[in-house]
């Protein structure tokens, strides 16, 4: 009887258990914004992130400037691939692969046309790495990453390659 009745209570509280690498995360979508571009530039970049398995996302960058002239453009956008490889899930270290496709502007003085004004639109392919942390929570974000990017189709006066920087905060939900 009581070898019955062991059995049942063991089979009733093992149901209960569940082993698992990581904990039940529930917060899958990210957004954040870089201040480190906003203090360095006064431009503003968001990112919204979904991560798909505790190590990879998908993501996007929507970029903007006041300065059509400025470097990168007035106006960015593209995704991003990101896979993780720290110790803890959706954070530490990451590699990504970007796309960019962004518009400007760029002044040319010449001595027998005066002023001249170039409208562009580009696409970059790129590579970047950087680091995440998160709070206990995982409710909070700081982020900083580097990349480097090449111009598919650069016209005469854009450089062939882009370069990004980035100091981000955020918040998953």
């Given at each position: 009887?009581?070898k019955?009745?062991?059995?049942?209570v063991?089979?009733f509280?093992?149901s209960?258990?569940v082993?698992?690498?990581?904990?039940?995360n529930?917060?899958?979508?990210?957004?954040?914004?870089?201040i480190?571009?906003?203090l360095a530039?006064?431009?503003?970049?968001?990112?919204?992130?979904?991560?798909i398995?505790?190590?990879?996302?998908?993501?996007?960058t929507l970029?903007?400037?006041?300065?059509?002239?400025?470097?990168?453009?007035?106006?960015?956008?593209?995704?991003?691939?990101r896979?993780?490889f720290?110790?803890n899930?959706?954070?530490?270290?990451?590699?990504?692969?970007?796309?960019?496709?962004?518009?400007?502007?760029?002044s040319?003085?010449?001595?027998?046309?005066?002023?001249?004004?170039?409208?562009?639109?580009?696409?970059?392919?790129?590579l970047?790495?950087?680091s995440k942390?998160?709070?206990?929570s995982?409710?909070?974000?700081?982020?900083?990453?580097?990349?480097?990017?090449?111009?598919?189709n650069?016209e005469?006066?854009?450089n062939d390659?882009?370069?990004r920087a980035?100091?981000?905060?955020?918040?998953r939900f």
């Open positions: 009887m009581y019955y009745l062991f059995s049942a063991l089979i509280y093992s209960y258990i082993a698992q690498a990581y904990p039940n529930l917060n899958n979508h990210e957004v954040k914004i870089n480190g571009q906003f530039t006064s431009s503003v970049e968001t990112s919204y992130e979904y991560y398995t505790e190590d990879a996302s998908l993501g996007g970029y903007f400037n006041g300065d059509p002239t400025d470097y990168n453009g007035n106006f960015g956008i593209g995704p991003n691939l896979a993780y720290g110790y899930p959706r954070s530490g270290f990451f590699a990504e692969v970007f796309g960019l496709y962004y518009t400007g502007e760029d040319e003085l010449s001595q027998s046309l005066g002023s001249r004004d170039f409208d562009y639109t580009t696409t970059v392919l790129g970047g790495a950087g942390w998160t709070t206990r995982q409710r909070f974000i700081l982020e900083i990453n580097l990349g480097l990017g090449r111009n598919i650069p005469d006066f854009q390659f882009l370069f980035g100091l981000s905060i955020g918040f």
